[in-house]
């Protein structure tokens, strides 16, 4: 009896040990890509890597679900050597930002020389995800656009082509460079042209490109032909990656900030006449100064951005984050006397309400949520609105 018990938990062991190493073999955590690298030349076999983030649902779902099935390891492990890396910590940043990955999870496929021969992005199911694999693994996908285009091909047709096809697979900066060779001496004329048009309102990222700054100046132009909305939310969407850009994550959590980058390109906006363009800087500025616990910067930068006309429901996220967080007496105080003299511009009507269409459905007005703060602020105890 006892040497069965020992079989069985033996064979137990067994299966404990077969069901863990199935699944994909990745690389030990915290492996750099170039020692995948180097792995794969040795073993004559391709790079598979997982670009992802600890927040985004798809990526748990294929690390959890997809990932450790045998059906996927048979597949991969012959032929790929591994690898994870998380795009917010460690080598991710960079990596992340030299390969152009903006959307997770991407998948990657790299040659023993390190260079991209495809990739995709998004999950799916284990037989999606392998027909995919497959497909990325031959040089007719990335690879094979990359090389004609670094060769020199300019054909309008290719170059829309190219433009497509980067866009499905979020290679945002290079969506851009194509994009400005399309509207390069056209900033004039673009907007008269159905697909150069779509080209600016698509695919265009560089606030400092001649048809933007045109597009800026002469917003008659487009708004003729696309609406003022949607007019409206394509150059607020350039504005607002760019100066998104101007954090970078330095791999440990924290933010580094471009001052310079920011700077000059608050100048730009200035210089094109956008009419919110302290919004972008301080929204910038703020998030900054909360990722290094900075409250002095913070406070000083809700108060010229109160100046510059802060809307009111920013201005109450951004108090919430003091409230919160901050334990400076002096920085609460000066809080408490902005949202005093906000709150009283609005009660007077020497300040009208701001509508948002975010915020139709809520019961609370930006008002009441100031009162609420102050008298929080001001030490009372508050059932919150």
Same mark, same amino acid.
């Given at each position: 009896?006892?040497? %069965?018990?020992?079989?069985?938990?033996?064979?137990?062991?067994?299966?404990?040990?077969?069901?863990s190493a199935?699944?994909?073999?990745?690389?030990?955590? %915290?492996?750099?890509l170039?020692?995948?690298?180097?792995?794969?030349?040795?073993?004559n076999? /391709?790079?598979?890597l997982?670009?992802?983030?600890?927040w985004?649902?798809?990526?748990r779902?294929?690390?959890?679900k997809?990932?450790?099935?045998?059906?996927?390891?048979?597949?991969?492990?012959?032929k790929?050597v @591994?690898?994870?890396?998380?795009? +917010?910590k460690?080598e991710?940043?960079?990596?992340?930002?030299?390969?152009?990955?903006?959307?997770?999870?991407?998948?990657?496929? &790299?040659?023993g020389e390190?260079?991209?021969?495809?990739?995709f992005?998004?999950? @799916?199911?284990? =037989?999606?995800?392998?027909?995919?694999?497959? =497909?990325?693994?031959?040089?007719?996908?990335?690879?094979? *656009?990359?090389a004609?285009?670094?060769?020199?091909e300019?054909?309008? =047709?290719?170059? /829309?082509?190219y433009?497509?096809?980067?866009?499905g697979?979020?290679?945002?900066?290079?969506?851009?460079?194509?994009?400005e060779?399309?509207?390069?001496? $056209?900033? +004039?004329?673009?907007?008269?042209?159905?697909?150069?048009?779509?080209?600016?309102?698509?695919?265009l990222?560089?606030?400092?490109?001649?048809?933007?700054?045109?597009?800026t =100046?002469?917003?008659?132009?487009?708004?003729? !032909?696309?609406?003022?909305?949607?007019?409206?939310?394509?150059?607020?969407?350039?504005?607002?990656?760019?100066?998104n850009s101007?954090? $970078?994550?330095?791999?440990?959590?924290? /933010?580094?900030?471009?001052?310079?980058? &920011?700077?000059?390109?608050?100048?730009?906006?200035k210089?094109?006449?956008?009419?919110?363009?302290?919004?972008?800087?301080?929204?910038?500025?703020?998030?900054?100064?909360?990722?290094?616990?900075?409250?002095?910067?913070y406070?000083?930068s809700? +108060?010229?951005?109160?100046g510059?006309?802060? &809307?009111?429901w920013v201005?109450?996220?951004?108090a919430?984050?003091?409230?919160?967080?901050? !334990?400076?007496?002096?920085?609460?105080?000066? /809080?408490?006397? *902005?949202?005093q003299?906000?709150?009283?511009?609005?009660s007077?009507?020497?300040?009208?309400?701001?509508?948002v269409?975010a915020?139709?459905s809520?019961?609370?007005?930006?008002?009441?949520?100031?009162?609420?703060?102050?008298?929080?602020?001001?030490?009372?105890?508050? $059932?919150?609105?």
């Amino acid at each position: 009896m006892r040497l %069965g018990k020992l079989f069985a938990l033996a064979m137990v062991a067994l299966c404990a040990m077969s069901v863990s190493a199935q699944g994909i073999e990745f690389m030990p955590e %915290g492996s750099l890509l170039q020692a995948a690298v180097d792995k794969a030349k040795a073993e004559n076999k /391709l790079v598979f890597l997982d670009c992802y983030t600890s927040w985004c649902g798809p990526c748990r779902m294929m690390a959890t679900k997809i990932f450790p099935t045998q059906e996927v390891g048979d597949f991969m492990n012959p032929k790929y050597v @591994s690898i994870k890396i998380d795009m +917010e910590k460690g080598e991710g940043p960079a990596v992340a930002e030299r390969l152009q990955v903006s959307a997770f999870p991407t998948f990657v496929i &790299l040659n023993g020389e390190g260079a991209e021969v495809g990739r995709f992005v998004g999950g @799916s199911d284990a =037989k999606g995800f392998m027909e995919r694999v497959e =497909k990325n693994s031959v040089n007719d996908g990335s690879a094979s *656009l990359d090389a004609r285009f670094n060769a020199g091909e300019r054909d309008p =047709k290719f170059l /829309l082509d190219y433009i497509e096809y980067l866009n499905g697979v979020y290679r945002r900066q290079q969506c851009n460079v194509v994009a400005e060779i399309l509207l390069d001496g $056209k900033a +004039e004329t673009f907007a008269s042209d159905t697909t150069l048009m779509k080209v600016f309102m698509n695919h265009l990222s560089n606030p400092y490109n001649p048809a933007f700054i045109y597009a800026t =100046k002469h917003p008659e132009e487009m708004v003729a !032909q696309v609406g003022r909305e949607k007019y409206d939310n394509r150059i607020h969407s350039v504005l607002y990656r760019y100066s998104n850009s101007t954090l $970078k994550k330095d791999g440990n959590g924290g /933010l580094v900030l471009d001052s310079k980058k &920011l700077d000059d390109f608050y100048s730009l906006m200035k210089e094109c006449n956008i009419a919110k363009a302290s919004h972008y800087k301080h929204d910038v500025l703020l998030r900054y100064a909360e990722s290094k616990e900075d409250w002095q910067s913070y406070i000083a930068s809700m +108060e010229e951005y109160a100046g510059a006309d802060m &809307l009111d429901w920013v201005m109450c996220t951004k108090a919430r984050v003091l409230i919160d967080k901050c !334990q400076d007496k002096t920085v609460l105080d000066r /809080l408490k006397a *902005l949202l005093q003299t906000r709150y009283d511009a609005l009660s007077s009507g020497s300040r009208q309400p701001q509508v948002v269409k975010a915020l139709k459905s809520s019961d609370v007005t930006p008002q009441q949520r100031l009162e609420e703060y102050i008298k929080i602020l001001n030490g009372e105890n508050v $059932k919150p609105a």
